[in-house]
């Protein structure tokens, strides 16, 4: 493969504590029951609003998101940790010459933060990630619209992600996808989404694109 496409929530770095908190802080701000923790791990890697649609209603759902990104937009984006071994692996694909992408449901003036934070920047030449208001949320409509920019061929591409959305939209787009196991989605979730093949870790994601 000569390009790599990188989720970034449970791909690159793992978000729990800034968008499980920020969660935690708008469901407080609508007065509606607080969920622990980690029985709001099944919100990392979906679109936010379809979350939100879940955790209160449609009609609640933008107001929801907007009092997320209250804290998300300050603190909740810096509570975040890369994963161990991705920046040796996006050295390596580097050096290597493939080109790098991060495609992300979560909205691009967030993702390029959160990358230029971590001293990871350089390793991408470009963030695709959703709009503000929620268009290409839709990983399929993501990775569609990544390819019509870049003018690559999809055969030529995979895309390395942690959740069903991933999977599923790299399906649609004809790109080779490689479940993340160290992530947030499960065995299961990500073979049933059409995984061609699975990582257990950051360092092994290169040697699931060979061969």
């Not at 230029?116 to 503000?132: D, K, P, Q, T």
Request: with cysteine; aromatic share 10%; hydrophobic share 40%.
């Amino acid at each position: 493969m000569k390009t790599v496409f990188f989720d970034l929530d449970g791909t690159l770095s793992d978000p729990k504590i800034g968008i499980t908190k920020s969660i935690q802080y708008a469901l407080e701000r609508l007065d509606v029951p607080v969920p622990a923790t980690d029985d709001l791990l099944w919100c990392i890697g979906p679109p936010l609003r379809a979350s939100f649609v879940e955790l209160v209603d449609e009609a609640r759902a933008d107001q929801g998101v907007a009092l997320y990104r209250e804290r998300f937009g300050d603190v909740g984006l810096y509570e975040n940790d890369l994963y161990d071994g991705i920046p040796d692996t996006l050295q390596a694909f580097s050096d290597a010459g493939t080109r790098l992408f991060v495609a992300t449901s979560k909205p691009h003036v967030y993702a390029r933060r959160i990358v230029e934070h971590f001293g990871i920047a350089g390793h991408f030449e470009r963030v695709f990630g959703s709009e503000l208001d929620g268009t290409r949320a839709d990983k399929s409509e993501l990775l569609e619209y990544a390819l019509q920019e870049t003018g690559l061929q999809a055969e030529a591409c995979a895309m390395i992600g942690d959740r069903e959305h991933d999977m599923i939209g790299a399906v649609n787009n004809g790109l080779f996808g490689i479940g993340a196991l160290y992530g947030y989605g499960t065995q299961e979730e990500l073979e049933a989404a059409g995984a061609r093949r699975l990582a257990d870790a950051p360092s092994s994601i290169a040697a699931k694109l060979k061969g």
